[in-house]
């Protein structure tokens, strides 16, 4: 294995698995709400999604090079998903007036939002048309590369759900909670927004 082409390989992998991105800030909203233990079927659909994904890039990688407008129809229906999942956190009831079932996002949610996430399409474009020669050029290398991700993606929203976790322990009377829900939605709807028009978070040089 090529040592320097692994060490750039994980420069590229570790900083997008862990800045803040849909998965990252969702974790930590939804742990904010439900708590980390209840957020980890979401985040098992997540690793499923986010697998699947990576696996289907790494096999159709000349299609997508070659065809701009998929990624564009990806960006605006995910930002949309994900303002709307915004939306549901930031409405949703504060942690003291009940607790409701049906406010969980669950497995289907973590594998659904993966192939709407443009972050994740172009995370796994750049890693197998730039690093895809790690681990040798067929199906295997690829599929290691994948589950390299995976080691790396799992802790990091796990990492962030705990954060969320912490939160809701800090805010704990009902008016705080609602401030935090506000919060963490709005932060999310940040996340879409940034996806639609990068250019406007832009820091400049």
């Not at 690793?47 to 990624?71: D, K, M, P, R, Y």
């Not at 079932?101 to 669950?106: F, H, K, Q």
């Not at 295997?140 to 802790?155: E, Q, R, T, Y």
Request: glycine content about 10%; charged content about 10%.
């Amino acid at each position: 294995m090529d040592t320097a082409l692994l060490a750039a390989t994980l420069a590229f992998i570790i900083p997008m698995c862990f800045s803040p991105g849909p998965n990252n800030v969702l974790c930590a909203a939804h742990g904010s709400q439900h708590g980390f233990k209840a957020t980890l079927t979401l985040i098992g659909g997540m690793a499923i999604g986010w697998s699947t994904l990576g696996l289907f890039v790494g096999v159709a990688t000349v299609f997508i090079e070659e065809n701009q407008g998929f990624f564009d129809v990806l960006t605006y229906f995910g930002a949309g998903y994900i303002a709307y999942l915004s939306y549901k956190i930031a409405t949703s009831d504060s942690l003291d007036e009940g607790y409701h079932e049906d406010e969980r996002l669950g497995f289907t949610t973590g594998v659904a939002i993966q192939f709407v996430n443009g972050k994740a399409w172009i995370h796994f474009l750049v890693l197998m048309t730039t690093f895809g020669s790690l681990f040798g050029t067929g199906f295997s290398g690829k599929a290691m590369l994948v589950l390299l991700n995976v080691i790396f993606g799992l802790p990091a929203v796990m990492t962030w759900a705990a954060f969320g976790t912490v939160l809701r322990r800090a805010f704990s009377t009902p008016k705080s909670a609602a401030f935090l829900n506000r919060a963490m939605g709005a932060s999310l709807f940040l996340v879409a927004l940034w996806i639609v028009f990068p250019d406007a978070f832009a820091i400049p040089a």
